[in-house]
């Protein structure tokens, strides 16, 4: 059809990818407990459900941000024709508190810093139309959320060249991993404008280490590009070693006010923290004016819906609330996530170390027939299909080793968890009872632990055709 | 402030946002000083937003009787969860029904409109510029005929990259569309090897306030149709026609049309006018062409409507009886302000384009122009604003071939606001058209004068000539 733009006939919009396929597996046939006990499971969407009665009793006592009424006066009127993209002041305060609140106040966020946008979906395309012209390059940590490629590169037309991290070293973002993929850009003839990294990460659930900060903000000083932080899962840090904002790294460096610090924009959203993903409530944070001028002009395309800028403001004001909340949520999300761990062990399945998120970044190397992208998806296919759980292979997030799986558990029953547990427990059991002898089991997981199966591993992903990442 | 400007994007450190134009200049203006009956009336008035506040009070009775609508209340709240994580972008069911629902009764039944087709958008202003992005590369273009909204410069081209061909319409023929201007321009674009991909208007129009006739409306999709390109049809004005011909929808035109590609047409909606809540952000893309629809809604991500709001909407616009008794209300309030604004003016000798549409009219003060330049355009609109104290948008920002022409809002103020921004045009026009009596020499003085101590002289003019103008006057258009 020459009648459309390249943007809609093309694929960039990424959603030819497994990670959507299996959610339009899960729509046809959902799981409910008592309608449709064999449906598939959802365990591909990362949802917080867990905290929402804490929600639902504050509007109970606070009927009047329900009523669009302020102190017992009707405000309808003016919340209906509020449209000023600078957001309603009260709403930006109240978010910039509470994003401070997330970091222990050990940090501060400025309102007049803040330009509000239509979930973090729209804030991360918002910075690229502001960092990046048509060509330009981000550098990513793989693995990373597949919605990326759309959000980040598709009406942008910006491009994204990976960071490789491994599992040699859980995954860590390492100095030489920077300056391989800034020489691959070059040799792509690709301008690299900026680094983009997601804080606690998605899909892996872990917080970035001090360390991993320092380099980062070393890097883009002597490049002279931008670091944009995604951390909307900061509120789901449940255990140590805690959340550490590249905010407060510039704070601890003494770098705030300085040229770097005008780089690096953070990115944050209500739909993870405080399971808000239908009100599409989404922040960019810049010490740049002209980011912040321009992105705030750019938010006209996707402002947030007043009515819900004024209940969340009178939420996000109550401090008692999100004291409250932050913690119970925490608490609520670590229970829930030792339940999945456990679970997973007793199917013989480990996940990577994580202390954040509302996911685990479960490792089923072992139960590949083969180490290669082919018998993920052979894997994550007897996954959707027999055992009916929808779970997002690493493929989709661009992992670089086979047979890594992102599995959420936060967006169920407690229930539910248990029902999904007990079909993948009896799926393991029958695949390596018919499919490998116990040594060849054992053999292969002593392989894994060995440094020489990395090599293994990189040889595999450079055999690889370019379009399968 | 700010880090080395090449480290940022084109976009961002350009102007093509268009924000430096004299349409939001006015706005300025009444932001460092706005009315305010009590505290501040001497303030600048506002009537450059195109706001339709008169039916607040229909909605906010609705709302009243209704809380199970709000997921917030003890009668809502049990659909709390569920509303507050569903992200879908085909959006709630219950609320493109209620869509679809709404856009056929504000076309009198006429036509169907089928849920399946409705996409959300962050307001029209996402969702043209996502139907940009579907239907034309960079550096593709699209026809619009002038005046047309000044904000389509950004919400068409700024991220997109595509460019915008006026279709020059003028006072000659009340600025309609005609074939002969759409080829011609056509015809020069082809010329300099632009690629056109489509063509762009509202309707109602803006600023014109007047909805399209049959004829036009044939002659536009025989000729979108012919060139085989899109027509974008913004009808986001639909609900305000108050007068013939009533208003008729591209997608009535359709079922009539059988030659015509029907993967050509698309429709922009939004509640932001006919409801008056541009609060909400609820934009509606409806396409005739499958590809696009998937498009778009794959699009919507960059701007859904909040699920609250879905709801909230779903529940009211699937009231029959509300809708059509808004729709009728609408209808009616927008006339009556039309005809107290328009007869107010014309007693003052000021006429305007005759329009059956929209929140504002199309004021015609060509013959207060010192002479038919657009400088002496800005310089009226700058005494009108500064000294005159009420904030106009001039033609020129509208892409306005001819001088002269200024869009004026009335419906997003209470009567007795009208009733004092056509007292300060009265005593400002009465005053002009005596100076214009005067010869040219003391005129220029005036107008000298006029910088250093208006407000005075206004007053004792009024007291001194209290009769309305002679209906004789050359000032009054027949």
Not at chain 1, 75 to 82: C, D, K, N, T
Not at chain 1, 286 to 289: G, H, K, V
């Given at each position: 059809?020459?009648?459309?733009?390249?943007?809609?006939?093309?694929?960039?919009?990424?959603?030819d990818?497994?990670?959507?396929?299996?959610w339009?597996?899960?729509?046809k046939?959902p799981y409910d407990?008592?309608?449709?006990?064999?449906g598939?499971?959802?365990m591909?969407?990362?949802?917080?459900?867990?905290?929402?009665?804490?929600?639902?009793?504050?509007l109970?006592?606070?009927?009047?941000?329900?009523n669009?009424e302020r102190?017992?006066q009707s405000?309808?009127?003016?919340?209906?024709?509020?449209q000023?993209?600078?957001?309603?002041?009260?709403?930006?305060?109240?978010?910039?508190d509470?994003m401070s609140?997330?970091?222990?106040?050990r940090?501060?966020?400025?309102?007049?810093k803040?330009?509000?946008t239509?979930?973090a979906t729209s804030?991360?395309e918002?910075?690229?139309?502001c960092?990046?012209?048509?060509g330009?390059?981000?550098?990513l940590?793989?693995?990373?959320?597949?919605g990326?490629?759309?959000?980040?590169?598709?009406?942008t037309?910006a491009?994204?060249v990976?960071?490789?991290c491994t599992?040699?070293n859980?995954f860590c973002?390492?100095k030489?991993a920077l300056?391989e993929a800034?020489e691959?850009?070059q040799?792509?003839n690709?301008?690299?404008?900026?680094?983009?990294?997601?804080?606690?990460?998605?899909?892996l659930?872990?917080?970035?280490?001090?360390t991993?900060?320092?380099?980062?903000l070393?890097?883009?000083s002597r490049?002279?590009i931008?670091?944009?932080?995604?951390?909307?899962?900061?509120?789901t840090?449940?255990?140590s070693?805690g959340?550490?904002?590249v905010?407060?790294?510039?704070?601890?460096?003494?770098?705030?006010?300085?040229?770097?610090s005008k780089r690096v924009?953070?990115?944050?959203?209500?739909?993870?923290?405080?399971?808000?993903p239908g009100?599409?409530?989404g922040?960019?944070h810049?010490?740049?004016?002209i980011?912040?001028a321009?992105a705030?002009?750019?938010?006209?395309?996707?402002?947030i819906?007043s009515q819900?800028q004024?209940?969340l403001?009178s939420?996000l004001?109550?401090?008692?609330f999100?004291k409250?909340?932050?913690?119970?949520?925490?608490?609520r999300?670590?229970n829930?996530?030792?339940k999945?761990?456990?679970?997973?062990?007793?199917?013989g399945?480990e996940?990577?170390k994580?202390n954040?998120g509302?996911?685990?970044?479960?490792?089923?190397?072992?139960l590949?027939r083969?180490?290669?992208?082919?018998?993920?998806?052979?894997?994550?296919k007897?996954?959707?299909?027999?055992?009916?759980?929808?779970?997002?292979p690493g493929?989709s997030?661009h992992?670089n080793e086979?047979g890594?799986f992102?599995?959420?558990?936060?967006?169920?029953?407690?229930?539910?968890?248990?029902?999904?547990?007990?079909?993948?427990?009896?799926?393991?059991?029958?695949?390596?009872?018919?499919t490998?002898?116990?040594?060849?089991?054992r053999?292969?997981?002593?392989l894994?632990?060995?440094?020489?199966?990395?090599w293994?591993?990189r040889l595999s992903?450079?055999?690889?055709?370019?379009e399968?990442? | 402030?700010?880090?080395d400007?090449?480290?940022?994007?084109?976009?961002a450190?350009?102007?093509k946002?268009g924000?430096d134009?004299p349409?939001?200049?006015?706005?300025?203006?009444?932001?460092?000083?706005?009315?305010h009956?009590?505290?501040?009336p001497?303030?600048v008035?506002?009537m450059?937003?195109a706001?339709?506040?008169l039916c607040?009070?229909?909605?906010?009775?609705?709302?009243k009787?209704?809380?199970?609508?709000?997921?917030?209340?003890?009668?809502?709240i049990d659909?709390f969860?569920d509303?507050?994580?569903?992200?879908?972008y085909?959006?709630?069911k219950?609320f493109?029904q209620a869509?679809?629902a709404?856009?056929?009764?504000a076309?009198?039944?006429?036509?169907?409109f089928?849920?399946?087709?409705v996409?959300?958008?962050?307001?029209a202003?996402g969702?043209?510029?996502?139907?940009m992005f579907?239907?034309?590369?960079?550096?593709?273009a699209?026809?619009?005929p002038?005046p047309?909204?000044a904000a389509?410069?950004r919400?068409?081209?700024w991220?997109?990259?595509?460019r915008?061909i006026?279709?020059?319409c003028?006072?000659?023929n009340n600025?309609?569309?005609?074939k002969q201007?759409?080829e011609?321009?056509?015809?020069?674009?082809?010329?300099?090897?632009?690629?056109?991909?489509?063509l762009?208007l509202?309707?109602?129009?803006n600023?014109l306030?007047?909805?399209?006739?049959k004829?036009?409306?044939?002659?536009?999709?025989?000729?979108?149709?012919?060139?085989?390109?899109?027509?974008?049809?913004?009808?986001?004005?639909?609900a305000t026609?108050f007068a013939?011909?009533?208003?008729?929808?591209?997608?009535?035109?359709?079922q009539?049309?059988?030659?015509?590609?029907?993967d050509?047409?698309?429709?922009?909606y939004?509640?932001s006018k006919?409801?008056?809540l541009?609060?909400?952000?609820?934009?509606?893309v409806?396409s005739y062409?499958?590809a696009?629809?998937?498009?778009?809604?794959r699009?919507s991500?960059f701007?859904?409507?909040?699920?609250q709001?879905?709801?909230f909407?779903a529940a009211?616009?699937?009231?029959k009886i509300?809708?059509?008794n808004?729709?009728?209300?609408?209808?009616?309030?927008?006339?009556?302000?039309?005809?107290?604004f328009?007869?107010?003016?014309?007693?003052?000798?000021v006429?305007?384009l005759a329009?059956n549409?929209g929140l504002?009219?199309?004021?015609?003060?060509?013959q207060m122009?010192?002479?038919q330049?657009?400088e002496?355009?800005?310089s009226?609109?700058r005494?009108?604003?500064?000294?005159?104290?009420?904030n106009i948008?001039?033609g020129s920002?509208?892409h306005?071939s001819?001088?002269?022409?200024?869009?004026?809002?009335f419906a997003?103020?209470?009567e007795?606001?009208?009733?004092i921004?056509?007292?300060?045009m009265?005593?400002?026009v009465v005053?002009?058209?005596?100076?214009?009596?005067?010869?040219?020499?003391?005129?220029?003085s005036?107008?000298?004068?006029?910088k250093?101590?208006?407000?005075s002289?206004?007053?004792?003019d009024?007291v001194?000539?209290?009769?309305?103008?002679?209906p004789h006057s050359?000032?009054v258009?027949?």
């Open positions: 059809m020459g009648l459309l733009s390249r943007k809609a006939t093309c694929n960039s919009h990424g959603q990818s497994s990670y959507f396929l299996g339009e597996e899960y729509e046939n407990d008592i309608k449709n006990p064999d598939i499971i959802q591909g969407l990362a949802e917080n459900q867990l905290s929402f009665d804490l929600i639902e009793s504050w109970a006592k606070n009927p009047d941000a329900a669009f102190e017992g405000i309808f009127r003016e919340l209906a024709l509020f000023d993209y600078h957001g309603l002041p009260s709403f930006k305060k109240a978010m910039a509470f609140e997330n970091r222990g106040n940090v501060s966020f400025d309102p007049k803040l330009v509000l239509a979930g804030a991360n918002t910075l690229m139309f960092l990046a012209d048509p330009d390059a981000f550098l940590p793989t693995p990373y959320y597949p990326f490629d759309r959000d980040l590169k598709w009406r037309e491009e994204i990976p960071i490789q599992s040699a859980g973002i390492t030489s300056e800034y691959q850009a040799k792509l690709l301008k690299v404008k900026g680094v983009l990294i997601t804080n606690p990460s998605n899909p659930g872990t917080t970035t280490t001090r991993e900060l320092n380099h980062l070393d890097f883009v490049k002279n931008h670091l944009i932080s995604d951390e909307i899962y900061s509120g840090v449940f255990t070693p959340f550490i904002s905010m407060e790294v510039l704070k601890e460096k003494k770098l705030e006010n300085t040229d770097v924009h953070i990115v944050y959203s209500l739909s993870k923290d405080l399971g808000l009100f599409r409530v922040v960019i810049s010490n740049d004016d980011v912040v321009a705030t002009k750019m938010s006209s395309f996707g402002l819906s819900t004024y209940l403001s939420l004001s109550d401090k008692s999100t409250n909340y932050l913690k119970e949520n925490q608490i999300l670590k829930r996530h030792t999945l761990v456990s679970g997973l062990e007793a199917a399945i996940c990577l994580s954040a509302l996911f685990c970044w479960v490792d089923m190397r072992h590949l083969t180490n290669t992208f082919e018998a993920e998806i052979e894997l994550w007897k996954i959707v299909y027999e055992v009916k759980l929808n779970i997002s493929s997030c992992c086979p890594w992102r599995v959420c558990f936060a967006n169920m029953s407690e229930e539910t968890l248990k029902v999904a547990l007990n079909r993948l427990k009896m799926f393991v059991d029958g695949l390596l009872s018919t490998r002898s116990q040594s060849e089991h053999r292969l997981r002593s894994r632990k060995m440094k020489v199966s990395n293994v591993f992903f450079h055999d690889r055709e370019p399968e990442r | 402030m700010s880090a400007k090449n480290l940022l994007s084109k976009l450190v350009g102007d946002h924000e134009s349409y939001f200049d006015g706005w300025k203006a009444y932001d460092n000083n706005p009315f009956p009590d505290h501040n001497q303030g008035i506002q450059g937003l706001e339709n506040q607040s009070d229909l909605i906010k009775e609705w709302i009787a209704n809380p199970q609508a709000s997921i917030c209340t003890a009668e809502g659909g969860s509303i507050a994580v569903f992200q879908d085909h959006g709630l219950q493109r869509i679809a709404f856009m056929e009764r076309r009198g039944g006429r036509v169907k089928e849920e399946e087709r996409v959300m958008s962050g307001g202003t969702a043209n510029e996502t139907l579907c239907l034309a590369d960079r550096g593709d699209f026809l619009v002038t047309y909204y389509f410069d919400d068409l081209s991220r997109t990259g595509v915008l006026p279709v020059e003028n006072s000659s600025f309609q569309v005609t201007a759409l011609s321009a056509y015809l020069n674009a082809q010329e300099t090897g632009i690629k056109i991909k489509g762009i509202a309707n109602p129009s600023p306030g007047t909805s399209l006739n004829e036009t409306l044939q002659t536009l999709m025989d000729f979108i149709n012919d060139k085989q390109i899109h027509l974008v049809c913004d009808e986001i004005y639909a026609v013939e011909p009533g208003f008729i929808s591209v997608a009535e035109m359709i009539e049309m059988d030659h015509v590609n029907r050509l047409i698309h429709i922009v939004s509640l006919d409801m008056g541009p609060g909400f952000r609820v934009g509606v409806y062409n499958d696009v629809v998937t498009c778009a809604r699009m991500s701007g859904l409507v909040s699920s709001t879905q709801s909407l009211m616009l699937s009231d509300f809708v059509d808004f729709l009728k209300e609408v209808s009616k309030r927008v006339a009556k302000r039309h005809l107290v328009t007869e107010g003016l014309k007693e003052m000798g006429s305007c329009s549409a504002f009219v199309l004021m015609d003060l060509r122009l010192r002479d330049t657009f002496s355009e800005m009226l609109w005494i009108i604003i500064n000294k005159v104290k009420i948008s001039p920002s509208f306005c001819e001088p002269g022409w200024f869009r004026v809002c997003n103020m209470d007795d606001t009208l009733q921004a056509l007292q300060r009265k005593s400002f005053r002009d058209k005596e100076n214009k009596n005067c010869n040219n020499k003391k005129r220029k005036f107008q000298e004068n006029l250093l101590s208006f407000s002289k206004m007053y004792d009024h001194r000539s209290p009769r309305l103008m002679s050359p000032l258009r027949t």
